[in-house]
């Protein structure tokens, strides 16, 4: 059974740093990549930030980019999303997501973490 667990969501301050945390099971890590994504209040999720299966490449949305960095541990079967200079905008539900490789659509996701960001 594949599991994904987030973790590291919480409340801080605007200006302040978070790392979030995916924890994986059940799936061969190396043949996934791995995404981070965020549902505000009322809003859809959208994509935050996708890293392939080797790692070699990365995408950040735009509202993200030169502030946040995701990153993979193979040996470990995790996935992170450094987050600084957060900006209240950022307050969200973070779900972390596995794409089989050659496949466009991600087949597996997390239950998600709370960041809220205070102004």
């Known amino acids: 059974q594949v599991q994904l667990v987030e973790s590291g969501g919480r409340l801080v301050q605007a200006g302040g740093s978070l790392r979030l945390s995916c924890a994986t099971s059940?799936?061969?890590?190396?043949?996934?990549?791995m995404g981070w994504f965020r549902q505000a209040p009322g809003k859809e999720r959208v994509s935050v930030a996708t890293i392939n299966w080797d790692g070699g490449v990365t995408y950040y949305a735009d509202a993200v980019k030169g502030r946040f960095t995701i990153s993979r541990d193979d040996a470990e079967n995790t996935v992170a999303l450094q987050m600084n200079n957060l900006k209240p905008e950022d307050t969200a539900v973070y779900y972390c997501?596995?794409?089989?490789?050659?496949?466009?659509?991600?087949?597996?996701w997390g239950q998600g973490t709370q960041v809220t960001v205070s102004s």
């Open positions: 997501a596995a794409r089989r490789r050659y496949t466009t659509s991600f087949n597996y």
């Open positions: 059940g799936l061969t890590f190396s043949n996934y990549a």
